[in-house]
């Protein structure tokens, strides 16, 4: 029996390590002729993919992020209905396969739209709430850093609270320390001036006149 259900959570900690691996911010930059690991913020992910490729493009990378980490969890929740973690396990791990995917030597993006897929497989009202307690933090400080980090760490709180399943809530807690470990750089730019602002997304020039990245 323990071996089991052992296998079954190592089935889907790879299910959705592998599907998370996949970077449609990576494969954009393949098409646009640029390496998103190298250039703008240097992750491959959606924010640094409208940086690099525009508003529309980013949406799009936002959404691919989104449902590979919801699908995720779906397909694990399928596969294996015993196991109550099963998809919480499957989403996790494809979080934390787009923050370090083995195909793009670990360097990946930085889980704020796979965060998103983690509250919309459990229940669409609940990304909805998320988003709003998102937006409400990216007005105040107006950096996606701190949202992203910031949302990590609510994500699987507030999860806990409404389905008082807290081994699911701590499962979802993990990736809160390799989020904000990969944001140091960005906090170390804030401290230094240079990290884009959220207000990027609507006074494009206006901001990297700002960072001395006029174009």
């Given amino acids: 029996m323990k071996q089991t259900i052992l296998l079954q959570v190592l089935s889907c900690v790879v299910i959705g390590y592998l599907l998370g691996s996949i970077s449609p911010s990576f494969l954009i930059g393949l098409v646009k002729g ?8 240097g992750n491959a992910g ?80 609940f990304l909805l709430m998320m988003l709003g307690v998102a937006l409400l933090i990216g007005i105040i400080t107006n950096y996606v850093c701190i949202v992203t980090v910031s949302m990590s760490a609510i994500v699987p709180i507030c999860y806990g609270f409404l389905t008082a399943f807290w081994l699911g809530a701590a499962v979802m807690a993990i990736p809160v320390i390799p989020i904000f470990c990969k944001h140091l750089v960005n906090f170390r730019r804030i401290k230094s001036g240079d990290e884009l602002r959220l207000s990027f997304l609507f006074n494009k020039q206006k901001e990297l006149e700002r960072i001395g990245r006029a174009e």
């Fill in 34 to 41: 640029y390496d998103p690991r190298r250039e703008g913020s």
């Fill in 46 to 125: 959606a924010s640094n993919t409208v940086i690099m490729a525009g508003k529309l493009a980013g949406l799009l990378v936002a959404l691919l992020d989104i449902l590979k980490a919801a699908a995720s969890w779906w397909i694990c929740q399928w596969l294996f209905p015993a196991l109550r973690l099963a998809g919480i396990l499957g989403g996790v791990a494809a979080l934390l396969g787009h923050l370090f995917p083995v195909w793009l030597r670990f360097h990946g993006g930085r889980g704020l739209a796979c965060l998103g897929g983690l509250c919309l497989a459990h229940d669409p009202k």
